[in-house]
């Protein structure tokens, strides 16, 4: 960031701070110690700058006006920074802080300087987020921790804070302390369906209650019934605990009493696909899409659903003896087509819901590619390229079809011309 490059830059710094001394005292007079303090001030000689204002403001206490203090406070935030590594910093930077609210309090008499304080204020507050941020990708957690402290002094109301830190506590494995700061950010201000599902994983591995967890991921769905993440932690917990057909009843209960309710029609699809009941999850999708079109979370569910109920019905063909196969052949071979060209149509249409999801396309490129369709394969490959991690994801998924190639190779047996067929078919 721009800001974070002045605020390491004293040199820059310094001058910008000189540049704005001289925009602003040109409509005020200023006594000749706080001239003085200026002058080593612009010249570089912090410490004489910072007797003379502590001389300037020691002289009665009570009449001190807005420039006065702003000007202390310029003083020893320039000193904060460049003693930033040293034990001084922190005195500095509460006399700084002390200085600036100080010229806050006088904001009606001098409301110019006012201003000025809250942008200075604000600069602070952004350099000891990126301090925090800078300890944190060098997995400093500790001292991140620390410059989050610090910045809390400044702006205690910001409510990013709460939650910075109990993500960096999370990452300390401070869990006590991490829950309770998903805690207070949840009930305070969050809009995230993500923020309970971290809070209902830590419930359940570190707190193990699991009553607890499940509470949290049903006052989230109450709120965001549509999250299909969501709904995946919920069932998962409720799989665990052997919960799910007590939900399928409830649910069904719930659609007696509101038949025109898409979410139940929405939920009870991704339960029974839960369940790896994908024909049944697909008749409740089709019909939460019915009473829900421009739900664009049901357009997503149903695409998968198809992709999972296509990805099953190819592997129990293909697990079936070449006997049972030979007898079975074109009515696999017409319902594996009517699947996958079934996923294709929902997938096609999840997409322009969800323009830049890469896995949309990833099942798509797939299914082209198990209907021998390449040009199609390979344009969707392109389109996956134009996406970040797209490339990664390509290469990842050719070497997967490289290494599935080489073992069919390696355990291929000279086939007879009618099993070469059915092979193809199967293929």
Not at 279 to 286: L, M, N, P, T
């Amino acid at each position: 960031m721009q800001l974070t490059y002045l605020c390491r830059n004293k040199n820059i710094y310094a001058l910008l701070i000189s540049v704005l001394l001289f925009l602003c005292t040109p409509s005020i007079a200023l006594s000749n110690n706080l001239k003085t303090a200026l002058a080593a001030f612009n010249n570089g000689e912090l410490e004489k700058a910072q007797q003379i204002i502590d001389t300037v403001v020691s002289i009665d206490q009570g009449t001190h006006s807005a420039k006065d203090w702003y000007y202390r406070g310029v003083i020893y935030e320039q000193l904060m920074r460049t003693n930033i590594t040293s034990d001084l910093s922190t005195d500095y930077f509460h006399e700084a802080l002390n200085a600036y609210r100080k010229t806050l309090e006088c904001g009606n008499k001098d409301p110019q300087y006012h201003r000025f304080a809250e942008i200075h204020l604000e600069e602070m507050w952004n350099y000891y987020i990126n301090r925090s941020v800078q300890y944190y990708k060098m997995e400093y957690f500790e001292e991140a921790v620390e410059q989050l402290e610090i910045a809390r002094k400044i702006h205690p109301e910001a409510k990013l804070m709460v939650l910075y830190s109990a993500i960096i506590n999370h990452q300390m494995e401070a869990y006590d302390e991490a829950l309770q700061g998903y805690t207070q950010y949840l009930k305070a201000h969050s809009q995230d369906a993500a923020l309970y599902r971290i809070l209902a994983d830590l419930t359940i591995h570190h707190q193990r209650d699991v009553h607890k967890a499940q509470e949290l991921l049903e006052a989230a769905l109450h709120k965001y019934p549509w999250n299909y993440n969501l709904l995946e932690d919920y069932y998962e917990l409720l799989a665990n605990n052997h919960l799910l057909q007590k939900q399928q009843h409830d649910l069904e209960n719930q659609l007696l009493e509101q038949p025109k309710n898409p979410i139940n029609y929405y939920q009870l699809a991704h339960l029974h696909q839960k369940l790896n009941r994908y024909e049944e999850a697909i008749v409740y999708a089709k019909k939460a899409l019915a009473l829900a079109p421009s739900q664009p979370e049901v357009m997503l569910q149903t695409a998968i659903l198809y992709y999972n109920f296509a990805a099953e019905v190819i592997h129990n063909a293909l697990t079936l003896s070449e006997e049972t196969f030979q007898q079975q052949k074109e009515a696999e071979v017409k319902k594996c087509h009517q699947v996958v060209e079934g996923a294709i149509k929902y997938l096609k249409k999840a997409r322009k819901a969800h323009p830049k999801n890469i896995y949309i396309l990833q099942q798509l490129r797939l299914l082209y590619k198990w209907l021998g369709n390449e040009k199609r394969a390979e344009i969707i490959a392109r389109k996956m390229e134009a996406i970040p991690g797209g490339s990664e994801l390509i290469e990842e998924m050719e070497e997967q079809e490289s290494e599935v190639q080489k073992r069919e190779e390696e355990a291929l047996v000279e086939p007879s011309e009618e099993e070469s067929d059915s092979a193809r078919v199967r293929t």
